[in-house]
């Protein structure tokens, strides 16, 4: 168990790592994304692995007001992953659509983790030193 700002005692389990997600989408299974950030915030990358009318969009702030599964977009018959900056507000969501019935898990590390395990890095070659 682990605790938000708030204290309250969050489940590990709630959580789910970019690697496993990946090996999920990969193996086939269907999935659907909450993403809870600020819509502004989407430009700095989005888990593009899922079709479209399985990525919903809901800043965390309003989605916590919302107390009816069918409000959210989401279907209680497949998973969903909640996505915010760094993992943090998403587990508390997480946690809360669970709450409304559906199977619903954390990204760890949030979208700042997902951008650095899936886009490959271009290293400045300038700053690398090779002693001879």
Request: proline content about 6%.
């Amino acid at each position: 168990m682990t605790s938000d700002d708030t204290g309250l005692a969050l489940p590990d389990s709630l959580e789910i790592s970019p690697e496993e997600l990946i090996a999920r989408m990969e193996g086939g299974e269907e999935l659907q994304v909450m993403d809870v950030r600020a819509p502004e915030r989407l430009a700095l990358g989005r888990v593009h692995l899922v079709p479209p009318d399985r990525y919903r969009n809901i800043p965390g702030s309003e989605l916590m007001r919302i107390h009816d599964l069918s409000a959210t977009g989401l279907s209680a018959g497949l998973p969903a992953v909640v996505v915010c900056g760094h993992g943090k507000d998403s587990k508390i969501l997480a946690f809360h659509l669970s709450r409304l019935g559906v199977n619903a898990r954390s990204l760890a590390g949030g979208i700042a983790r997902w951008m650095r395990f899936t886009l490959p890095r271009a290293l400045d070659l300038s700053l690398i030193h090779i002693s001879e």
